[in-house]
Every structure is written in structure tokens, then in C-alpha cells.
């Protein structure tokens, strides 16, 4: 499959404090049809970029943004974020979100599809691979953390948009479940780009094409093909606990 761009970042800086920069000059592409993983140190920033691309954090600033190959400038470059139809081709899931509990997973789905302009999809599938069956009229607020996060599961994939960011989406997955999700995520390859954080080397391992290693705010390096196993990803890991003096 030829490689296209699908999104390009350049010169990132995120804050929550603007004297504290979280990611610092970060810069980015993600090409279609590819699974990245997303890999660092506690708070080197994986959930806080995932959050800005969502259009959570209105604290940042970038050089140039690129969305399909063009030059996003509608509503200046930080404006694709929270643009109406880019939100419509990407959904997150992240590793904990308390929004919609007052919703059945059902009424989740069905409004979640409506908001993307989508009928309801068949979860059948989905629901059936993560063992969510007995669970979809139950309030989300009465659910385990682990099957809260398969109905955010269920949802990512059944929606099928051009870019699907996970954020540790193993935790709180069993055994069966996780196997499913890894195989959704090979999958996935077919409708669109998948970019996940996780701390787990294994979700990394067996789902990437790509491995971007995120170091002081920016990405410092990156693994392909055969160069992504969890010996070399352990070590560059390693190197960045020792440099910044957390061993």
C-alpha cells in the first residue's frame, strides 16, 4: 500500500503552565493506513499530545499543520483540532474517561453515531470478540473499569474513522479481550490509521509498523520493520530513565 500522509504536525508546544512546556517542539507525520505506537516515560507527554489533538487543551502553539496532504488554515493553523469535520474523521479513547455515565452503552452508540453523521453501526462483532453482550443496557457508570473500556472500544472501531487514537488501551483488559483488541489494530491497517500510547511492550510489539519514542517533549526516535522488538525499545527506555536520573 503506497504511503500517503494523513497528518503533519511541525513544531509543537503544548502547556498547562506556559513557563512549563509539557512537549516542546515536537514534530510529527502519520500516514494512512498505518498502526504507530507511542512509547515514553511516565510524563514525557504521550496522553497530554493525544488530548491537544483531540481539542482538549487550548494551550498550545505549532508552526505548520498538514490534514490529507493540505495546509490546514481554516480558523488559523490550530483551528483543524476543533474543527466540526476533522472531529468527524477522528475518535480517542482514553485510558480513563467518566463522560456519558448516565448513558447505556446503546444510547452511547446510537448518539455517538448520530454526532458523526453515521447510522448505527452493527457492533455485533465487536461486542461478541470483547464478551460485552451482558453489558449493553447497563448504565456506564455501573460498569467495571475494564468493560468501560470496551465499550469505548466497541465504539473506535465500529465508528471506523480515518484516524483512531488508543490511549493505554489495554489497561484494564483480560486476557481475551486483549488478544481481540491486538487483532482489531492489525486489522485496522484496512480503514484508516490507528496512533496508540502504551506502556506495555507486548501491545506495542506485536501491533506497530512504527514506533516513535517520545523523550523530552519531542520525539527522539523512531523504530521500523524488524528493528521494533522489546529489547531495543527496553534499551532506548533505559538510556532516558538513567539520563534523567530515575534509577
Known amino acids: 500500500m503506497r504511503y500517503e500522509p494523513l497528518l503533519s504536525v511541525n513544531n509543537l508546544n503544548v502547556w ?18 498505518e498502526v504507530v505506537g507511542l512509547i515514553g516515560l511516565n510524563g514525557a507527554g504521550k496522553t497530554t499530545f493525544i488530548k491537544t489533538i483531540a481539542g482538549l487543551l487550548p494551550g498550545f ?19 483543524l483540532f476543533r474543527d466540526p ?8 479513547v482514553f485510558d480513563q474517561d467518566s463522560s456519558f455515565m448516565y448513558f447505556t452503552f446503546r444510547e452511547y452508540l446510537d448518539y455517538v453515531a448520530a454526532a458523526y453523521g453515521l447510522a448505527r453501526p452493527d ?12 453489558f449493553q443496557d447497563v448504565l456506564l457508570k455501573e460498569l467495571s473499569t475494564g468493560n468501560l473500556k470496551k465499550a469505548w472500544l466497541i465504539t473506535g472501531f465500529a465508528l471506523r474513522p480515518k484516524l483512531l487514537f488508543l ?18 489494530m492489525r ?4 480503514y484508516g490509521t490507528i496512533l496508540f500510547s502504551s506502556h506495555v511492550l507486548e501491545s506495542i510489539c506485536l501491533t506497530s509498523q512504527r514506533v ?19 529489547k531495543h525499545i527496553r534499551e532506548v527506555l533505559w538510556d532516558e530513565s538513567h539520563d534523567e536520573g530515575l534509577c
Open 16 to 33: 498547562y503552565d506556559r513557563k512549563y512546556p509539557v512537549l516542546s517542539g515536537l514534530c510529527l507525520e502519520l500516514g494512512t493506513h
Open 85 to 92: 469535520d476533522f472531529k468527524k474523521e477522528r475518535y480517542v
Open 167 to 184: 490511549d493505554e488501551p489495554v489497561n484494564g483488559l483480560d486476557f481475551s479481550s486483549t488478544e481481540f483488541l491486538y487483532e482489531l
Open 123 to 134: 457492533v455485533s462483532h465487536l461486542v461478541k470478540g470483547f464478551h460485552f453482550e451482558a
Open 187 to 190: 486489522g485496522y491497517k484496512a
Open 212 to 230: 516513535l519514542v517520545l523523550e523530552s517533549g519531542r520525539i527522539r526516535r523512531e523504530f521500523t520493520g524488524g528493528d521494533i522488538e522489546a
Open 61 to 79: 502553539s505549532l508552526d505548520h499543520l498538514w490534514w490529507k496532504g493540505q495546509e490546514f488554515a481554516s480558523g488559523g493553523r490550530t483551528g
